[in-house]
């Protein structure tokens, strides 16, 4: 027996509650997850079908979410365009050759995912055969993506990113079709091996002005969206910090809007029409003693009633040192209070 | 003969042209200020009366801007109430004693203005011997000040601050009072030392769902307003990354709202009412080629048209490596295009 809940939700049709994940819910937080991830470096984590099938059930068997997400990150197909990847304890994923010219975009290849990520596929394949609840796969949407192999790792402010949009916005623009094809196809892949739902992660789009968004990073969203058509799979597009992209990434073709917990869920929803909305609670929020905790998330389903499908979310990863127990205090109050 | 436009567009009266300046306009993108800061440490330069007049009148000799604002720093009376600070390269301000119990925050003190800061009172009366245009004096706002002493420093996500404030509310309020004590007076003195104008920086508010700033930042900020309302200067109060908090920061008694580049300056004006409103342009669209940046000047004072009151800012401080020349080109095109 499956739970579709949340492909319900996502589908704007209705549900008997409002089903919930957590972004990062297969993580650090969890004791269960530090124990395999103590075995092994992240990125042979992520390439290990055994263990990633491992930590992405943990969430749904420890904390009842309704949805499971693929263990993975969203880098993993840029390694395999060929920029080599490490990740570094507290400083995050660096690319130690920043693509910053034409000759070194040349130099990345456009991967086949099945071949060059087929650990990916491997995983998605393993864990439909387990998971009661819907598997979501995902991507890094092409901004996001493009600041990683410009900055050369993480940004504060993407003055390389940036700097490039501006000066050089052709070789910018190449640099966001490949990686525009590479993700399509890498979404593509994941759809056949068996996700029954995509998101695709802006996790940096929300440093543009509206003008530069429409501009440089929401045509490859909307190309990407429009490859998925034939999947007939639902998509989430997730722009964080994007109060003010909202109008705009209604226009990516996405079925379902992530929100950061940066906006009031009614406003979003009187400007997404008929699409489903996902969040957004502040994930420090759940540091909230129970009481107080199950207020904000009355609040919040309050907030979303006119929504055309409601996924509960974090308006962000769930952050590592949040004890599970805060994160099932609130999983089970939204179960609770959204009971129809 | 004194250049009033500046306060003239704060109070929302009508000005010939707009008038514009850069938030860090007197900064390291400067070679001039370099060679002043290389002679000195920041905290020095920060303490120097006669170093902090000669880099505040470099951007309105150098550039033509239509207001100075004092040189300093938002941790100085900071440090003022006992918290040892210390700047590093690369890494920014600490607090090597961060402030996370009732102790900590009792052993801080509240500050005498002229008498633990008089170095900034002093910088302030010599400024406006020298100057042709407004003088704008500044500090944080508390939420932003907060975050500093309860991190150590600067933060990426401010776990610890919003730790305290969703489980220990009452401990985070105490903090905000008496940072709140504190910067009140301190914007007082600056008044009383000559600033014609005081802009008051929430750097990190924007990290805030809207009704967290409601509750733990918005009551604080309206308290120092109220505060200086007898000085009759027009306040500025500049919610970075605030696209979501403006209706609220109308609320705040300002004068005039500070725009962070993520917002469309039309849709803003929309919400603040008969209030005038500062920014918006990203920063790093500076680089954009001559053409392109007066292009985007020119669409961003179309779009404040119904401004009541616009003075030409950028959405954040002006970034350290951008060519002095690029921001003159800006300067020079506000002051043509708003001609009327």
Not at 166 to 180: A, S
Not at 213 to 231: G, M, N
């Amino acid at each position: 027996m499956m739970n579709d809940t949340f492909l319900k939700a996502c589908r704007g049709e209705k549900t008997s509650y409002t089903p919930i994940w957590m972004m990062r819910q297969a993580g650090r937080y969890l004791p269960e997850y530090q124990k395999v991830r103590g075995k092994v470096t992240f990125l042979e984590l992520c390439k290990s079908p055994e263990l990633c099938v491992e930590v992405s059930l943990q969430p749904v068997d420890i904390l009842g979410v309704d949805a499971a997400i693929l263990f993975s990150d969203i880098l993993i197909p840029m390694e395999a365009m060929g920029a080599p990847l490490t990740f570094s304890e507290g400083h995050g994923p660096i690319f130690p050759e920043p693509i910053r010219n034409q000759a070194a975009l040349d130099r990345l290849i456009v991967p086949d995912p099945d071949v060059h990520t087929g650990f990916v596929m491997e995983t998605i394949r393993l864990l439909r055969k387990e998971l009661k609840v819907p598997l979501i796969g995902f991507s890094g949407a092409p901004f996001t993506l493009a600041t990683y192999l410009i900055e050369g790792g993480s940004s504060k402010v993407f003055w390389e990113t940036k700097k490039m949009m501006f000066t050089q916005p052709e070789l910018f623009h190449n640099i966001m079709e490949k990686i525009t094809e590479c993700t399509s196809l890498y979404l593509q892949a994941q759809a056949k091996a068996g996700a029954q739902a995509l998101q695709i992660f802006d996790s940096w789009v929300g440093v543009l002005a509206p003008c530069d968004f429409k501009e440089f990073a929401l045509p490859y969203v909307q190309r990407i969206i429009s490859d998925l058509q034939d999947t007939g799979l639902p998509i989430i597009y997730f722009a964080n910090n994007g109060a003010t992209l909202v109008d705009l990434s209604v226009q990516s073709g996405a079925d379902v809007l992530g929100l950061d917990w940066r906006i009031n869920i009614g406003d979003a929803i009187k400007k997404v029409g008929n699409k489903a909305v996902q969040g957004n609670i502040d994930p420090f929020a759940l540091m909230l003693p129970k009481d107080k905790l199950r207020q904000r998330i009355q609040n919040l389903l309050d907030g979303a009633k006119d929504a055309h499908g409601h996924i509960f979310n974090l308006g962000h990863g769930i952050h590592q040192f949040t004890p599970p127990d805060q994160a099932k205090i609130a999983i089970d109050a939204v179960h609770e209070l959204s009971a129809r």
